[in-house]
Nanobody, 124 residues
Framework: QVQLVESGGQSVQAGGSLRLSCAASGRTFSTNVMGWFRQAPGKERESVAAIRCGGVMIYYAESVKGRFTISRDNAKNTMYLQMNTLKPEDTAVYYC?????????????????WGQGTQVTVSS
């Protein structure tokens, strides 16, 4: 089992920045791909970014390219999402996810573990 705990979510004004963190514990050596999903009220859960162990393969949703940066520190079992130039449409609960897959993926069903989520609210 792998446990994922997100932190860093808060309320910010448009144009601001936030860094989300995801601390992983348990059988972390068995996960290869980690990522972030988000879900806004009344909307479906969507993939934001994903990164493969070693950082060789990275995926970003078109809506966040150029503004968000995903990274991971395997020594600390921690993943990050640096979010810059935030927009009101970025408001959502952000979830940390982990998968046994060997390639980055944007499909929710490909992820084996999910955190509880952290709220990000961007006001205009």
């Amino acid at each position: 089992q792998v446990q994922l705990v997100e932190s860093g979510g808060q309320s910010v004004q448009a144009g601001g920045s936030l860094r989300l963190s995801c601390a992983a514990s348990g059988r972390t050596f068995s996960t290869n791909v980690m990522g972030w999903f988000r879900q806004a009220p009344g909307k479906e859960r969507e993939s934001v970014a994903a990164i493969r162990c070693g950082g060789v393969m990275i995926y970003y949703a078109e809506s966040v390219k150029g503004r968000f940066t995903i990274s991971r520190d395997n020594a600390k079992n921690t993943m990050y999402l640096q979010m810059n130039t935030l927009k009101p449409e970025d408001t959502a609960v952000y979830y940390c996810v982990a998968s046994y897959k060997v390639a980055v993926t944007s499909r929710p069903g490909d992820y084996d573990y999910w955190g509880q989520g952290t709220q990000v609210t961007v006001s205009s």
